[in-house]
């Protein structure tokens, strides 16, 4: 077989044709692939069966006030055949069916519809069936699983005692609390749906409804392993999350790697289950599963029309541009004044490029557009909303610098980074030291001491330092990159080694009702690998001027005994406190999760000793 590379599809290589091969077993090829897809990769939403396949289908409304309302959640069920679009008989039509359909086009599940007003639409139609006797069982993620019949093409006797199918779909309350038509019983609603204890989340998708699966189990969240994970489990999680039927059931950490406990394994569902907790599954022990193995899910969601609003300009790839919005039928730029890594992977997400990887304020040297209008200035976002149009911004457009060169841009990637602190490590190494001033030069020349320090004797007395460990882990699919290129890094003479970023974390020390008593910072003087999971290899090393960085599956160690690596708490008085260490908290880097990014413990100190325990990732 001879491959030039450019097919798309094995079977369109050069060969001497199938069957003719003089090979035998042990001559079998095979292949290893990358986790991650190319960049324009579009997953199916199609499944084929062995002979027969449904290319797509649709809700078509007829309610005039649904026609231009996305999501489109209520019709008369299509099926796309050539180039038309034709219905589905309803006699013998189940809920299961519908059930089925719901899942497919991104709803949780099948409601009832007002059935007189259909039949009077539909006695005035003259439709065109394609599909009948459909017999799902209701657990099919996609309707090319369930038995049906296709109508002979001009068929005289289609569906003669029937009329086309009618399908109305619950809203999943992640969407329905973006629909701007919910009334105020129906907001109520689903802020009351949103208040319940959740019990299964996902984490680290890039896009709303993938992500990998944990569950809380006994108030400490966990990830699930791949043994036997399914479409019927990842169904279960997606429609208890809101969404609709799963497209894709995830092994082997695709989505990245949690940490802390593994909740459950061997997961198995019949796909009727309220929640994946009413599964049947085994109990972990630390030989049965690795995080190698987490199990994620990506989920059929309801297409809400968001990139019809926003586009990228200039750049050199698809993934990267001038950002410009529709205000109503005008294209516009936005403003870069408060630009940030939050607002980009909003962006990045409505434009479905999965997530930023760095937010630009100067546009200048992408390709012109003929766009000369500014639409939209002071935009603000906490980073988890699904346009930019969601975030809050000016009523009245103000911007300093005016003029495209200066417009928001975005540079986006289909992966991202996730660190995340070992929380015990903090707990085991924490220990006060009273530290000699004469040793706190370098400290104090990169402000690791409290202000008092100022006024210190210096070179006499101490200061008295909380220290520990810390360990941080790259979670992620994506290497973890200082924002400034080396050119751009600063050295430092007292300590011998170059800043690549200004803060890397934060470490406070605060009341129990927040307010801080104590504080201290880190800077990414030294990212690099320490160590690295099994296979993995170490790619960042400081030394003599190196790259640096946190490889994916390996962490970097910030040992309790160097510079910094503390909290000065000279000046704070005995007492309950929390130790809180953020990393990355000025969202520098865009990170798949930020949610992750803070750790907290509980803290006693009665002027001498301190107590630590409890330590946690804060959500």
Same mark, same amino acid.
């Given at each position: *077989?001879?491959?030039? %590379? ?18 035998? =077993?042990? #001559? ?27 290319? $797509? ?15 489109? +959640?209520? %019709? ?6 050539? &180039? ?14 519908? =059930? ?162 593994? =909740?459950?394994? #061997?997961?198995?569902?019949?796909? +009727? ?13 630390? #030989?049965?599963?690795?995080? !190698? ?7 059929? !969601? ?33 403003? @870069? ?5 939050? $607002?980009? *992977? ?5 434009? %479905? ?31 988890? $909303? *699904?346009?930019?149009?969601?975030? !809050? ?45 004469? *040793? ?18 210096? /070179? ?21 990159? /200082?924002?400034?290129?080396?050119? @751009? ?18 470490? &406070? ?11 201290? =910072? ?26 640096? %960085? ?10 309790? &005994? ?22 990355? /908290?000025?969202? #520098?880097?865009?990170?798949? &999760? ?26």
């Amino acid at each position: *077989m001879i491959c030039s %590379g450019s097919e798309k599809s094995i079977t369109d290589c050069k060969s001497r044709g199938w069957g003719n091969s003089d090979c035998t =077993h042990e #001559e079998d090829a095979g292949v290893v692939c990358k986790d991650e897809r190319l960049p324009g990769y579009v997953e199916p939403n199609t499944i084929e069966t062995e002979q027969r396949q449904l290319e $797509e289908i649709r809700l078509r409304p007829v309610i005039a006030s649904a026609k231009n309302r996305l999501p489109i +959640n209520e %019709g008369i069920l299509e099926i796309k055949y050539r &180039d038309t679009w034709e219905q589905v008989c309803d006699v013998a039509w189940t809920q299961k069916n519908s =059930h089925v359909v719901c899942g497919m086009l991104g709803f949780p599940s099948e409601k009832k519809y007002n059935r007189n007003f259909y039949k009077l639409y539909l006695d005035r139609q003259k439709p065109s069936f394609r599909l009948h006797s459909v017999k799902c069982s209701g657990t099919e993620v996609h309707l090319s699983l369930c038995p049906f019949e296709f109508y002979k093409l001009n068929s005289s006797a289609a569906c003669q005692d029937g009329s086309p199918v009618v399908v109305s779909c619950t809203l999943g309350s992640v969407f329905a609390a973006q629909n701007a038509a919910q009334t105020a019983i129906k907001k109520k609603k689903v802020v009351q749906q949103q208040q319940r204890e959740e019990i299964v989340r996902l984490k680290g998708g890039s896009r709303p409804g993938e992500g990998r699966v944990e569950v809380l189990k006994n108030g400490q969240w966990g990830t699930v392993c791949d043994d036997r994970w399914d479409l019927q489990a990842a169904s279960v999680v997606c429609r208890e999350l809101g969404f609709g039927s799963a497209k894709e059931a995830l092994t082997g950490a695709r989505l990245g790697q949690g940490m802390g406990a593994i =909740h459950m394994n #061997e997961v198995r569902c019949t796909g +009727n289950e309220k929640s994946l907790l009413d599964c049947r599954y085994k109990n972990i022990t630390e #030989e049965d599963c690795k995080h !190698s193995e987490d199990a994620a899910v990506k989920c059929n !969601s309801p297409y809400m029309g968001y990139e019809r609003t926003i586009r990228i300009i200039g750049g050199r790839t698809k993934f990267e541009g001038r950002v410009e919005v529709k205000a109503g039928n005008t294209w516009g730029y936005l403003c @870069s004044d408060g630009w940030t890594t939050k $607002e980009s *992977m909003v962006a990045c997400r409505q434009l %479905g490029l999965g997530y930023s990887l760095h937010a630009v304020t100067e546009t200048w040297y992408w390709e012109a557009s003929n766009v000369t209008e500014m639409t939209m200035s002071g935009v603000r976002c906490s980073g988890t $909303e *699904m346009s930019l149009q969601q975030c !809050s911004r000016h009523k009245a457009i103000s911007c300093k610098n005016t003029g495209n060169r200066h417009a928001a841009g975005v540079i986006c990637s289909e992966t991202a980074s996730d660190l995340v602190l070992h929380a015990p490590l903090v707990q085991e190494t924490a220990y006060i030291e009273d530290r000699p001033l004469h *040793m706190l030069y370098c400290a104090a020349e990169e402000n690791c001491l409290s202000s008092s320090a100022r006024h210190a004797n210096w /070179p006499y007395g101490h200061r008295r330092l909380l220290r520990f460990s810390s360990q941080i882990h790259n979670n992620g699919r994506a290497d973890f990159r /200082p924002k400034a290129g080396r050119h @751009s890094w600063v050295w430092h003479e007292c300590h011998g080694h170059y800043h690549s970023m200004d803060i890397f974390t934060h470490y &406070d020390l605060l009341t129990p009702n927040g307010t801080k008593v104590a504080d201290g =910072h880190k800077a990414s003087f030294c990212l690099e690998d320490t160590e690295c999971q099994e296979l993995v290899s170490k790619r960042y090393e400081c030394a003599n001027f190196g790259e640096q %960085g946190i490889t994916v599956g390996c962490w970097d160690l910030y040992r309790h &005994d160097i510079d910094c690596q503390w909290i000065d708490i000279t000046d704070v008085k005995p007492g309950n406190y929390i130790l809180q260490v953020a990393i990355n /908290p000025n969202f #520098e880097v865009a990170e798949s &999760d930020f949610t992750n990014n803070a750790m907290k413990c509980n803290c006693k100190y009665d002027g001498h000793r301190i107590w630590i325990h409890n330590c946690h990732i804060g959500e």
